[in-house]
Each structure stands twice: as C-alpha cells, then as structure tokens.
C-alpha cells in the first residue's frame, strides 16, 4: 500500500522527466495558443493534457512513446481547432462563444445576466476589483468568451471601438 518497489518508484522519475521534457517541447512548437484561456476547448485541451501526463507517469501499462504520441494528438488537435478558428467564421462560431454585454451605460441588462446565468452580485463584484465605486461610473462590462469580465470606466471609455465585437452594443 505504502510501497511497491524501488523499480516503480524509478519509472516514474524516468517517465516524468522524459514525458515533461516531451510536452514542453511540444507546447513550444505548437506556440502559445496552445494553453491560452480562451474559450472551453481550450481548458478541455489543457486538462486532458494534464490527465494524459498524469496517467503517462503513473501507469505502467502506458509506455513513454505512447504517452508522448497521446500528448501530441491533443496539443495537434487543439492546434487545428485554433488554426481552423482564425480562418474559418462558421466553425469559430461553433466552437467559441461570444462576448456578452452586461451592463451598458451605468445599466445592468437583466435578460442578458439571466441568459449568461450571472448575478447582479457577480458583476458588481467585477466592477469592486476595478476599483470603481458604482455602476454610474461604468460605461460598459462584458463577460469575455473566456468567462472573465472586463469593466470599462466612463472615464476611460473613449471611442468603445474595444467593444466591436461584442454582440448588442448599442451604437450612435
């Protein structure tokens, strides 16, 4: 239960350092989208990735090349799904979603916290951390497509041509 054998115990150590060195080579010649926070798929990628290192380095009946492969394939398949995104409309539509704005012009937009299932609370808490003292002093917040929000000061608003493409903004 506590220990098996000296031999497991230097697998993993060899396993772990070959399988980590792998992914970080890996991870740089995909580049840096590979692990941005972006949008769902890529926290799937990053956690299966996470998962595969795991089982590489903990199960014997995984051998080293065929974890590496497995890394390969998820880092390979997010890469095309990114690629695929940047080129392709209909299928970034299909695989991202959209910005959503949820308060404009000092006024939160009750459909549209309801329809992203965000409380008054939650954006009030999001304008707190900007370190803005009430929503009349906010010109906009957007839920980003990473589930993140972004506050936009009245005071530091100027053209909104950050908010482009953002869906539902009111313009003129």
Known sequence: MFFDSWTGLLRVVVVGVCAYAALVVLLRL????????????DLVATVALGSTLATVLLTSDVALAEGVLALALLIGAQFAVAWTSVRVGRFRRAVKSTPALLVWQGRLRDRELREQRVSRSEVLQA??????????????????????????????????????????????
């Open 30 to 41: 995909s580049g840096k989208r590979t692990l941005a926070k972006m949008n769902a798929f």
């Open 127 to 172: 304008v707190r951390s900007q370190g803005v003292g009430g929503l009349d002093r906010v010109a906009a917040v957007v839920l980003e497509t990473d589930g993140s929000f972004s506050v936009i000061p009245a005071s530091s608003a100027g053209g909104l041509d950050a908010l482009d493409d953002v869906p539902d903004v009111p313009r003129g």
